[in-house]
């Protein structure tokens, strides 16, 4: 009888083995990136950011204009006298032109203001990729939880009803039951606020991805910490656009002060003057009533050049402000990375030790069974042994995630 009841549990946890890992293999997620890929497609903060660089890119044509050409016209009241007649009007027009190569320093000038503004782009495409990322990854938190804790009832279940039987021949109480129930309890409970905590990460990630809060989000139904991990070195945030951005808008700055040096330069002016002369009629003389038509070149001359002594100061303050917003901010990515690596290795060590205590709790687990076999099974010590098992099952799968996110957020630096 005794070895018919050990046998009957020893079926159930393999029973219950077996079909964890055929839902293991039966279940399917869809691939981060296919995420991340939509949400950078459908993201309105992407789309606005796009056309922000699109508008950028444009002023680079805005940048190819001229002064506006003047035109003038004026009707003689009193109409002066000359040799040949009367002048009856004026009509005049004069076209302002920039030094040679002011246009071209306003073209370079709106292309570098283009450039920082795309890395502006990188930059908020990579920020979605990263938050995508961290949700996809407690969603897979939140439902492997939720897959140990099925098994783990599955198996106080079984427990359940092996202290039924020793009830009946009065080796455990009631009480070993009661408490067996109520353990299973508080893991549904457990579980049923796990589905809670889904419901509302799901709905962060598709408003990400810009998609109705209930769409079905899949996920990937394992995830492993690989054995060895990548090496970076602080070199490698040289590559990263928050970074970048910098040097963009450094040499915006730059291509702001050529411009400013061409605008300190003279402008020239073309034009031509027109005078209708009406024909005198007391005599007749060799260009009667001849129209006048005069060229005219002028030159405007900044005299006044306090204006462009100014900007140029506030061009190099400006340059020496980029330069210490980017030495901060590497500062800062210095510190996330090192927190990244940090907590990263935190979460293999974690890992490790947990592997070790779920072997242990194996092998105390398997000494209940025997013990089972003769009669003397203690609930209590099964309790204790499942929430210890429970326990190191839910924090490896807290440092799985734990490791994925903080190599999302070290590629994200270094990358």
């Given at each position: 009888?005794?070895?018919?009841?050990?046998?009957?549990?020893?079926?159930?946890?393999?029973?219950?083995?077996?079909?964890?890992?055929?839902l293991?293999?039966n279940?399917?997620?869809?691939?981060?990136?296919?995420y991340?890929?939509?949400?950078?497609?459908?993201?309105?903060?992407?789309q606005?950011?796009?056309?922000?660089?699109?508008?950028?890119?444009?002023?680079?044509?805005?940048?190819?204009?001229?002064?506006?050409?003047?035109?003038s016209?004026?009707?003689?009241?009193?109409?002066?006298?000359?040799?040949v007649?009367?002048?009856?009007a004026?009509?005049?027009?004069?076209?302002?032109?920039?030094?040679?190569?002011?246009?071209?320093?306003?073209?370079?000038?709106?292309?570098?203001?283009?450039?920082?503004?795309?890395?502006?782009?990188?930059?908020?495409?990579?920020k979605?990729?990263?938050?995508?990322?961290q949700?996809?990854?407690?969603?897979?938190?939140?439902?492997a939880?939720?897959?140990?804790?099925?098994?783990?009832?599955?198996?106080?279940?079984?427990?359940?009803?092996?202290?039924?039987?020793?009830?009946?021949?009065?080796?455990?109480?009631?009480?070993?039951?009661?408490?067996?129930?109520?353990?299973?309890?508080?893991?549904?409970?457990e579980?049923?606020?796990?589905?809670?905590?889904?419901?509302?990460?799901?709905?962060?990630?598709?408003?990400?991805?810009?998609?109705?809060?209930?769409?079905?989000?899949?996920?990937?139904?394992?995830?492993?910490?690989?054995?060895e991990?990548?090496?970076?070195?602080y070199?490698?945030?040289?590559?990263?656009?928050?970074?970048?951005?910098?040097?963009?808008?450094?040499?915006?700055?730059?291509?702001?002060?050529?411009?400013?040096?061409?605008?300190?330069?003279?402008?020239?002016?073309?034009?031509?003057?027109?005078?209708?002369?009406?024909?005198?009629?007391?005599?007749?003389?060799?260009?009667?009533?001849?129209?006048?038509?005069?060229?005219?070149?002028?030159i405007?001359?900044?005299?006044?050049?306090?204006?462009?002594?100014?900007?140029?100061?506030?061009?190099?303050?400006?340059k020496?402000?980029?330069?210490?917003?980017?030495?901060?901010?590497?500062?800062?990515?210095?510190?996330?990375?090192?927190?990244?690596?940090?907590?990263?290795?935190?979460?293999?060590?974690k890992?490790n030790?947990?592997?070790k205590?779920?072997?242990?709790?194996?092998?105390?687990?398997?000494?209940?069974?025997?013990?089972?076999?003769?009669?003397?099974?203690?609930?209590?010590?099964?309790?204790?042994?499942?929430?210890?098992?429970?326990?190191?099952?839910?924090?490896?799968?807290?440092?799985?995630?734990?490791?994925?996110?903080?190599?999302?957020?070290?590629?994200?630096?270094?990358?």
């Amino acid at each position: 009888m005794k070895m018919q009841r050990s046998n009957y549990f020893i079926k159930q946890k393999a029973m219950l083995f077996l079909g964890s890992w055929l839902l293991v293999l039966n279940s399917y997620g869809q691939d981060l990136q296919t995420y991340i890929d939509e949400a950078i497609t459908n993201s309105p903060e992407i789309q606005k950011v796009l056309f922000q660089s699109d508008i950028a890119d444009e002023k680079v044509n805005e940048a190819n204009w001229l002064p506006n050409t003047e035109v003038s016209a004026g009707y003689f009241v009193s109409e002066p006298e000359t040799r040949v007649g009367a002048q009856k009007a004026r009509f005049s027009v004069k076209q302002m032109l920039p030094w040679f190569g002011t246009i071209t320093a306003r073209e370079n000038y709106a292309s570098s203001m283009a450039e920082a503004q795309y890395v502006e782009v990188t930059i908020a495409k990579r920020k979605l990729a990263l938050s995508v990322s961290q949700y996809y990854y407690q969603l897979y938190e939140i439902r492997a939880k939720q897959e140990v804790l099925d098994k783990n009832i599955g198996l106080l279940k079984t427990y359940e009803q092996l202290a039924l039987t020793s009830v009946e021949v009065g080796k455990a109480s009631a009480v070993d039951v009661l408490r067996l129930q109520m353990r299973q309890n508080e893991l549904q409970q457990e579980k049923d606020v796990l589905l809670q905590q889904n419901k509302g990460i799901q709905a962060a990630l598709n408003s990400l991805v810009n998609r109705d809060y209930d769409t079905d989000v899949l996920v990937v139904s394992s995830l492993e910490i690989p054995e060895e991990d990548n090496l970076y070195s602080y070199e490698s945030l040289s590559v990263n656009p928050e970074l970048l951005k910098y040097d963009k808008l450094y040499e915006s700055v730059t291509q702001s002060e050529l411009l400013n040096q061409r605008d300190a330069l003279p402008m020239f002016g073309l034009g031509l003057d027109y005078i209708p002369v009406a024909e005198r009629t007391d005599m007749n003389m060799v260009d009667n009533g001849k129209d006048i038509v005069m060229p005219m070149v002028s030159i405007s001359i900044p005299i006044f050049n306090k204006r462009y002594k100014s900007v140029s100061k506030q061009n190099e303050l400006r340059k020496q402000e980029i330069q210490s917003q980017k030495d901060e901010r590497l500062n800062v990515l210095k510190a996330d990375l090192s927190k990244a690596i940090s907590q990263r290795n935190q979460a293999r060590i974690k890992f490790n030790t947990q592997q070790k205590n779920l072997v242990q709790a194996q092998n105390a687990e398997d000494i209940l069974i025997k013990n089972y076999e003769t009669g003397t099974i203690d609930f209590n010590d099964v309790l204790d042994i499942q929430e210890l098992q429970l326990k190191f099952q839910m924090s490896q799968i807290e440092s799985v995630k734990n490791y994925h996110v903080q190599s999302t957020i070290i590629n994200y630096l270094t990358k």
